[in-house]
Antibody, heavy 116, light 108 residues
Framework: EVQLVDSGGGLVQPGGSLRLSCAASGFTFSNYWMSWVRQAPGKGLEWVANIKQDGSESYCVDSVKGRFTLSRDNAKNSLYLQMNSLRAEDTAVYYC?????????WGQGTLVTVSS | EIVLTQSPGTLSLSPGERATLSCRASQSVSSSSLAWYQQKPGQVPRLLIYGASSRATGIPDRFSGSGSGTDFTLTISRLEPEDFAVYYCQQYSSSPRTFGQGTKVEIK
């Protein structure tokens, strides 16, 4: 059974940092592009970033460029999102997803709240 | 950036009725690179359709997708009680990947 377990969310002050993690199991993690998608409270879905199978390429939405960094550890079947210089508008549930194009499997999400 | 506009915003229908949801792109979506997702309250989104018309694993055949270029449609042939939810389209023709704002299918 495919499982994606998201963790690392929490309450952080504006300008602060958080590192999200996603632990994958039930599929060959190293064969897949992986992505993060977020959803602000009561709002729609927004793609945040994706990363190639070997980690050699990654892309992100303009609003997080220079602040968020995506990485992966295929030996640990894990995906990471380092979020710096957080803003109130980054408040959302962050979902780890499989795929770089469309998103077949989703984690349960981890809530990031940016507030003073 | 490709902007996706979904219509209507809300669709009020009864179980057993047919639902037709529209997704229009601001520019052509190449190779029918369009997906549809369903999200129920408090739940994680679920992939329904990819490649504009291919059903994801385990998706009932009452769900069908069609379209190309800039106009795409998700059709639910006969609504079941569990189909009342929010539906999102998403393009992967170019980066950034973008989603529509969603269509809520509610019980009339």
């Amino acid at each position: 059974e495919v499982q994606l377990v998201d963790s690392g969310g929490g309450l952080v002050q504006p300008g602060g940092s958080l590192r999200l993690s996603c632990a994958a199991s039930g599929f060959t993690f190293s064969n897949y592009w992986m992505s993060w998608v977020r959803q602000a409270p009561g709002k729609g879905l927004e793609w945040v970033a994706n990363i190639k199978q070997d980690g050699s390429e990654s892309y992100c939405v303009d609003s997080v460029k220079g602040r968020f960094t995506l990485s992966r550890d295929n030996a640990k079947n894990s995906l990471y999102l380092q979020m710096n210089s957080l803003r109130a508008e980054d408040t959302a549930v962050y979902y780890c997803t499989s795929g770089g194009s469309y998103f077949g499997y989703w984690g349960q999400g981890t809530l990031v709240t940016v507030s003073s | 950036e490709i902007v996706l506009t979904q219509s209507p915003g809300t669709l009020s229908l009864s179980p057993g009725e047919r639902a037709t949801l529209s997704c229009r792109a601001s520019q052509s979506v190449s190779s029918s690179s369009l997906a549809w997702y369903q999200q129920k309250p408090g739940q994680v989104p679920r992939l329904l359709i990819y490649g504009a018309s291919s059903r994801a694993t385990g998706i009932p055949d009452r769900f069908s997708g069609s379209g190309s270029g800039t106009d795409f449609t998700l059709t639910i042939s006969r609504l079941e009680p569990e189909d009342f939810a929010v539906y999102y389209c998403q393009q992967y023709s170019s980066s950034p990947r973008t989603f529509g704002q969603g269509t809520k299918v509610e019980i009339k």
